[in-house]
């Protein structure tokens, strides 16, 4: 029986050292700061705000048009038969919903491009992530981005810069 409790309370002790060891094993990363810092979040950024900027002068320019057409109608409005002036007011509402149509498609276009562009990236990102935690016998990695759920970070291994370094840059 002496020899039962010394064995348990060796036991308890090992456990409890090993859960110690545990706890050390963890790293934290603010996701959000390595992935706006990445190249090629970079040129995916640019690379978006060119085609926004195609589909914004694209829509400008329809817009333009139908300013140009409205006030065209406008004008000629007094002088044409009633019948005239309701196809031409049909016109103008169907390039009215031409250019609502176009809004909401570059709208979605823009939101799937972004989601084929950012996926590669938050791919690389973990695969570094958990490269570097393998290397360092990190068995817990935090997200320390704002928001994310991590408060207290102040103790655990910071592994930013060792996944910069992974990523190359």
Do not use: C, W
């Not at 589909?55 to 320019?61: L, S």
């Not at 300013?67 to 509402?93: H, I, L, P």
């Not at 491009?113 to 590669?120: A, G, L, S």
Request: net charge positive.
């Amino acid at each position: 029986m002496k020899h039962f409790k010394t064995l348990l309370l060796v036991a308890i002790f090992t456990i409890g050292l090993g859960g110690i060891a545990n706890a050390q094993k963890t790293a934290h990363i603010n996701t959000d700061l390595l992935l706006s810092e990445m190249p090629a979040t970079k040129a995916m950024k640019s690379e978006l705000e060119k085609l926004s900027k195609t589909y914004r002068d694209d829509i400008e320019a329809m817009y333009k048009k139908l300013d140009a057409k409205f006030k065209k109608y406008d004008a000629e409005g007094k002088s044409q038969t009633q019948e005239v002036n309701q196809k031409r007011a049909a016109e103008v509402q169907q390039d009215k919903v031409r250019i609502q149509k176009a809004e909401q498609t570059a709208s979605q276009q823009m939101q799937k491009k972004y989601q084929e562009k950012t996926i590669p990236l938050l791919k690389k990102a973990e695969d570094a992530i958990k490269a570097v935690a393998a290397e360092k016998g990190i068995i817990y990695v935090f997200d320390a981005s704002p928001g994310k759920g991590l408060i207290v970070y102040d103790k655990g291994e910071n592994i930013l810069s060792a996944v910069k370094a992974k990523l190359g840059f």
